[in-house]
């Protein structure tokens, strides 16, 4: 059973600060990470996808991955309101098709 | 178009009744997915296409449920007799050919069972 984990939050953060999102997984064969921001009521926008264990930074957004621990984590710099949303990981590797499997996401608010 | 597109935007149904759910992906793009999400939930896998071929149904909950694509472009998820635990936001993503790459998602079509 190929498991993705997050904290369903709410995470809450003051506006300028930096929010910090974390994912786990179980298959130690997964290769490919994504996060994806999904408002309410909306499909998931991809945000990042990391293939390498490192950073990875594009904008105020940093995806980080650590193979050896199986987590990934999404690193959002001064954070603003319109950055409120839920945050999903992904994960696929060899073992899963070519499918995704998705964490429950972990829902980000960020206050004014 | 530019963007995966999916239609209907929301779909009402009475319980027992079949339906239909179309797709049409990114263009050029080979591989295509059905997902379904639960309200507060993360996207769950139901089937995969690469081209015409669908290579992968091991998500699809029961044989109730039915997807095609016969020219290798749009898709259409079908669903019959519904219950009311269909009840769900079925997404539709496709990505350009090769693996891990990253997927494209539709609006997603909003189905409610009476």
């Known amino acids: 059973q190929k498991e993705v984990e997050q904290n369903s939050g709410p995470l809450s953060v003051p506006e300028g600060a930096i929010a910090s999102l974390n994912c786990t997984y179980s298959?130690?064969?997964?290769?490919?990470f994504f996060w994806y921001r999904q408002y309410s009521g909306k499909s998931p926008e991809l945000i990042m996808f990391?293939?390498?264990?490192g950073d990875k930074e594009d904008g105020r957004f940093t995806a980080q991955l650590n193979k050896a621990s199986q987590y990934v984590s999404l690193l959002i710099r001064d954070s603003q309101p319109s950055d409120s949303a839920t945050y999903l990981c992904a994960v696929n590797g060899p073992d899963y098709g070519q499918n995704f499997v998705f964490g429950p996401g972990t829902r980000l608010s960020v206050l004014p | 178009g530019a963007g995966v597109s999916q239609s209907p935007r929301y779909k009402v149904a009475k319980r027992g009744q079949d339906v239909a759910l179309r797709c049409d992906p990114i263009?050029?793009?080979?591989?295509l997915f059905w997902y379904q999400q639960a309200l507060g939930q993360g996207p769950e896998f139901l089937t995969y296409?690469?081209?015409?071929?669908?290579?992968?149904k091991s998500g699809l909950p029961s044989d109730r449920f039915f997807a095609e694509r016969p020219e290798g472009s749009v898709s259409t998820l079908k669903i019959q007799r519904t219950q009311q635990e269909d009840s769900a936001v079925y997404l539709c993503?496709?990505?350009?050919?090769?693996?891990?790459?990253?997927?494209?998602f539709g609006d997603g079509t909003r189905l409610s069972i009476l």
């Open positions: 993503a496709s990505s350009s050919t090769g693996t891990n790459q990253p997927q494209h």
């Open positions: 298959d130690r064969g997964s290769q490919s």
């Open positions: 990391i293939y390498s264990n």
């Open positions: 263009s050029g793009h080979v591989s």
């Open positions: 296409f690469q081209n015409e071929a669908q290579l992968d």
